[in-house]
């Protein structure tokens, strides 16, 4: 554990702070990741046609496997192209 | 662990050693003729083996005993009564040993007196670590704790405190080492800084410092500089939000210069004295950090500029002929102290061909005249860093500086034919009302010269100004210990 001293004015919490939530999805592009873990794509797939029925574009991804962090490039790919994503872990 | 400290006798003879110490070595006969003769508990600081010639002594090595009996030099003998220090001596005096004692004849083979070591409870790096385990700090900044699989260097960066380079953890212990660099009061308000209006504090200014890489015996110069940046005239508000390219540039004089180490001679505006490019980062981090003024949010510019990281170098006095800056503006020669100014890059000023300053001269208002806009009069202040080949042409010819002042702001000038609206097929440009008149280029007082560089390549450098004709003053203040 180390200790540091607070170099702000400390009127934010020392915690990270999370990114804002967006207002809403009208004129975003919603970023689907499929980290591949069977039957996931069951709920996903029904996420993008519920999106795609109230004129979202989605753009979908996919882990090459679900044991392993996303590889750099597919990470950086969905940075790029998408301004949130929702990522799903079923069984 | 304070709690877990051996514990010192409250009655009797202590004395507290280390084996490096000759003079301990010295009296480790003594100590043991005491030990036989009424006691004695003997607290050892680096080796617990020390002295052989006790059956027990106390292992010290923590450090925690001798701090808590505010132990400096070794040996250092104190007698306890009733849980109070009575009486105390260190280094080694018979007499002294004798009447602490109350033992006579002590040491008879040894000679009268020798002086003794310093404590290591007190060694730089040692003594930050116990005040911290002891909560002796007196430092009233927010703790943030790391997580254990952090790496704090990252932890840093997520948190937002980086100017996009790495930045050293402002450990309490290096917090109260920066500090020693200074005499003032942690807790001394230097400034109210903006954009949040927040207090920065000595403490504060010293966690931006050691974030910066500062050493401590730069503080005085950080705190300058800090304290000139946030004086109302220099507004530091005004350039953090602006949409133009500056920050503060710091100009350093005085005989901190030299004792600091700064650059002023080749590369003086470069890369690679850690003097100048950390108390320069150093101003901006205090702005970023305690201020609340980061890049894209208030501060609204539009290009920005790398000095913005850093922009600190010191004048050569030695080398120049000419008042130095801080005297110009006000400050004793043999005084330090900090001017700052709101600029921007360097432009360079090539003239390798003149040898008269009538000649020179003009090749400084060519370039200073392109200042922003070939056409803008009466916004842009700038600063000029004249190099030692240029200085030379001045000098032989005997120009003062307040001759290459008034002739730069008599010869910037401009027929209103040449920068009204439109002119020149550019629609950048002055209002009708100049036609028919001359235009200066600069306010009166808009422009500062320092001399800095190395002695080859006759180049000198504008350091351009912000254009709110005067909006940002420059701010000169005094070095304080």
């Not at chain 2, 960066?157 to 942690?186: K, N």
Request: with cysteine; net charge negative.
């Amino acid at each position: 554990m180390t200790v540091l001293l607070d170099p702000t004015s400390e009127r934010s919490p020392t915690a990270r702070p999370r990114l804002a939530r967006p207002e809403g999805l009208e004129g975003k592009t919603v970023g689907i990741l499929d980290i591949s873990k069977p039957r996931g794509d069951v709920f996903l797939d029904r996420i993008h046609e519920l999106l795609a029925a109230r004129g979202i574009e989605v753009k979908r991804y996919m882990k090459p496997t679900v044991s392993r962090p996303a590889p750099l490039p597919l990470a950086q790919q969905i940075g790029t192209e998408a301004d949130l994503v929702i990522e799903g872990l079923a069984d | 662990m304070p709690d877990a400290l051996p514990a010192a006798p409250t009655d009797g003879l202590i004395a507290i050693v280390k084996r490096d110490c000759p003079t301990c070595e010295l009296t480790a006969p003594v100590l043991a003729d005491i030990a036989t003769r009424g006691g004695i508990t003997v607290f050892t600081q680096d080796d617990p083996a020390f002295p052989e010639t006790i059956s027990a002594p106390v292992d010290d090595t923590d450090l925690g005993v001798s701090h808590r009996l505010k132990v400096e030099i070794v040996p250092t003998l104190i007698r306890m009564d009733g849980g109070r220090e009575v009486d105390r001596t260190y280094g080694w005096d018979r007499a002294e040993w004798e009447r602490v004692t109350g033992i006579a004849g002590l040491g008879t083979g040894l000679p009268t007196m020798r002086p003794g070591c310093g404590a290591k409870n007190v060694e730089p790096g040692i003594i930050e670590k116990l005040k911290v385990r002891f909560g002796e700090t007196g430092l009233v900044a927010r703790p943030v704790v790391i997580g254990g699989a952090e790496d704090e260097i990252e932890a840093m960066f997520d948190r937002g405190w980086s100017d996009g380079l790495p930045l050293v953890p402002p450990t309490p212990e290096r917090v109260l080492r920066m500090l020693t660099g200074t005499a003032r009061d942690p807790k001394e308000v230097v400034g109210i800084c903006p954009p949040d209006l927040a207090p920065a504090t000595v403490e504060k200014i010293a966690i931006n410092a050691v974030m910066a890489g500062c050493k401590p015996e730069y503080l005085p110069t950080v705190l300058a500089a800090v304290e000139a940046v946030l004086d109302e005239p220099f507004c530091m508000h005004g350039v953090l939000a602006t949409t133009m390219f500056v920050g503060p540039v710091v100009v350093v004089n005085g005989p901190v210069r030299r004792q600091i180490g700064m650059n002023a001679l080749g590369n003086a505006l470069g890369q690679g004295n850690r003097a100048n490019a950390t108390i320069g980062r150093a101003v901006q981090l205090v702005v970023r950090n305690v201020g609340g003024g980061r890049p894209r949010e208030v501060d609204r510019a539009t290009l920005g500029s790398p000095g913005k990281y850093t922009y600190c170098f010191a004048e050569d006095e030695e080398g120049s002929s000419w008042e130095p800056l801080s005297a110009e503006r006000g400050v004793p020669r043999g005084r330090s102290a900090v001017t700052v100014f709101a600029g921007f890059g360097l432009q360079g000023i090539v003239d390798q061909k003149s040898r008269e300053p009538e000649s020179l001269v003009r090749s400084f208002v060519g370039s200073l005249k392109a200042i922003h806009n070939i056409k803008l009069t009466g916004g842009p202040d700038a600063m000029i860093v004249v190099c030692p080949e240029h200085a030379r042409t001045f000098r032989a010819a005997g120009w003062s500086k307040q001759r290459l002042y008034d002739e730069l702001y008599e010869r910037c000038e401009f027929d209103g034919a040449e920068v009204v609206a439109g002119a020149q097929g550019m629609a950048e440009g002055a209002p009708p009302s100049v036609l028919g008149t001359k235009v200066k280029k600069f306010r009166p007082g808009g422009l500062l010269i320092v001399r800095a560089g190395g002695s080859a390549g006759m180049f000198s450098g504008i350091i351009g100004g912000w254009s709110a004709g005067g909006a940002s003053l420059p701010v000169t203040k005094e070095v304080r210990e």
